[in-house]
């Protein structure tokens, strides 16, 4: 079964047995594209051991622009250069793995055509984009859960895609959220910071671009294309402002947003 | 532990960027990073796998009017806190 994956432009086709297959295009049904031409072949093998843990656990390795993600069970390449990817899998593997085969995919491909994956909580308010990121434990659920009323993109990835004028946000399928609309211009980038008031501050720009390199999953891994990530977030500081958003577990943050932002 | 005799150098794949006053070091491998002030962005760009860090202590010293003693203690301990994060490596004498 062959099916397309489409997020801001950036696709991929999936190609394997319809029950690896058909999930993706069921639960993803709003990103379904046209054929692309990089193809994502899913292939069962009984030849590989039987899995021992979820390939999330296993962190991709680059070598001159490929990666390979390698774990009992599994046996992935990605080329982008020649527009393919291979997952060989136990038939035993998990949905929720061949995801993180895919995700992994999608990062890499999405960057090759201009774009960032983003590990960042999406919010739409008064019409625009306002993407929350830190590491994990920062708050990015929790935002998502006190903005309460407001369209959420995304509570864990979004696509940044550049348009005419500044960037703008995507929602991904790699997180529960559903939103109406799939894109929203980015209009603020916000560090999360958990605190005893609600309050906006600055984040010194060096902190804000380590920070962002840190948030760009499975790119950030690869030193062939770390000088572009780095060059990539250096072009969206141009347009996008960043600071800091210290909040605690009340909603009360949003108006401390329209406060400084107006 | 490190002495004033070693040598370092950048490791190899660090990248960093000039960002106002300081300086944004990338590590490799895991998106992690670390922010120098002005005087860390100073020893962290000499460390070019050819001055002792003794040499580098000698002319922050003069440059910053501290005492010999005391940029050697700092320069020691800032270096030994870089090999740690993996932003430097130790130069093997006569490598």
């Known amino acids: 079964m062959r099916w397309t994956l489409e997020v801001g432009c950036v696709s991929i086709t999936l190609n394997g047995p319809a029950l690896w297959v058909w999930p993706f295009a069921q639960a993803w049904s709003r990103w379904s594209g046209e054929a692309s031409d990089y193809e994502l072949r899913l292939e069962q093998d009984r030849g590989l051991p039987e899995p021992r843990a979820f390939l999330f656990t296993t962190l991709p390795r680059f070598n001159d622009g490929r990666c390979v993600l390698e774990a009992p069970g599994f046996a992935g390449e990605i080329v982008p250069e020649e527009k393919r990817a291979c997952l060989r899998a ?14 992994t995919v999608f990062a890499i491909w999405a960057f090759d055509q201009g774009a960032v994956l983003f590990h960042a909580a999406g919010v739409i308010h008064r019409g625009k984009a306002w993407a929350f990121f830190g590491p994990s434990g920062s708050g990015k659920t929790t935002i998502v859960r006190l903005s309460e009323g407001k369209e959420i993109l995304s509570d864990d990835l979004l696509l940044l895609r550049r348009k005419a004028k500044g960037w703008e946000a995507w929602a991904t399928p790699f997180s529960l959220y559903r939103s109406e609309r799939l894109s ?3 209009h603020v980038l916000m560090r999360l910071v958990k605190a005893q008031g609600d309050y906006v501050e600055p984040l010194r720009p060096s902190v804000a671009l380590g920070e962002l390199i840190a948030s760009s999953p499975v790119v950030n891994a690869d030193p062939s294309r770390l000088p572009a990530l780095l060059a990539r977030w250096e072009q969206i500081l141009t347009s996008v402002p960043v600071c800091s958003l210290c909040f605690r577990k009340s ?3 949003w108006e401390v947003i329209d406060a400084a932002f107006g | 532990m490190l002495h004033l005799d070693d040598v370092l150098r950048i490791a190899p794949g660090v990248l960093f960027r000039q960002s106002e006053d300081e300086l944004v070091v990338v590590l490799p491998g895991e998106g992690r990073f670390i922010v120098l002030n002005r005087t860390g962005a100073v ?3 000499e460390l070019n796998g050819k001055r002792t860090l003794d040499e580098i202590a000698t002319a922050l010293s003069e440059s910053y009017s501290v005492s010999l003693e005391r940029a050697q203690q700092d320069v020691l301990a800032f270096a030994n806190k870089l090999l ?11 490598g």
Do not use: M, W
């Open chain 1, 251 to 253: 909603n009360a943050f």
């Open chain 1, 90 to 103: 136990h038939p035993a593997s998990s949905i929720g793995d061949l995801a993180y085969f895919i995700r």
């Open chain 1, 184 to 186: 929203t211009p980015l």
């Open chain 2, 84 to 94: 740690e994060r993996g932003a430097a490596v130790k130069v093997e004498k006569g």
């Open chain 2, 43 to 45: 020893v962290f760009q």
